[in-house]
């Protein structure tokens, strides 16, 4: 989420690939779960890569600084 934050908006492609850069365990599932769970993570579209349509993921900047998230949900 943090890479997210700063490197965002980003394909799943260049999440996987930044998490694989930084010798983090990749299990496609888990990773799809989180971002579509994640209150803070917002699907914004699609980016056609070698003919694919891969999904376009960013950190939700519409949470102001001072916002809090309720982490119950």
């Given at each position: 989420?943090?890479?997210?934050r700063?490197?965002g908006?980003?394909?799943?492609?260049?999440?996987?690939?930044a998490?694989?850069?930084?010798?983090?365990?990749?299990?496609?599932?888990?990773?799809?779960?989180?971002?579509?769970?994640?209150?803070?993570?917002i699907?914004?579209?699609?980016?056609?890569?070698?003919?694919?349509?891969?999904?376009?993921?960013?950190?939700?900047?519409s949470?102001?600084?001072?916002?809090?998230?309720?982490?119950?949900?």
């Amino acid at each position: 989420m943090g890479w997210l934050r700063e490197n965002g908006p980003a394909s799943t492609r260049e999440i996987t690939e930044a998490m694989q850069h930084k010798g983090l365990e990749l299990r496609a599932h888990v990773l799809n779960k989180a971002l579509r769970k994640s209150p803070f993570i917002i699907h914004c579209g699609f980016q056609k890569v070698d003919g694919h349509d891969l999904s376009q993921w960013d950190f939700d900047r519409s949470l102001g600084e001072g916002d809090e998230i309720n982490r119950t949900e």
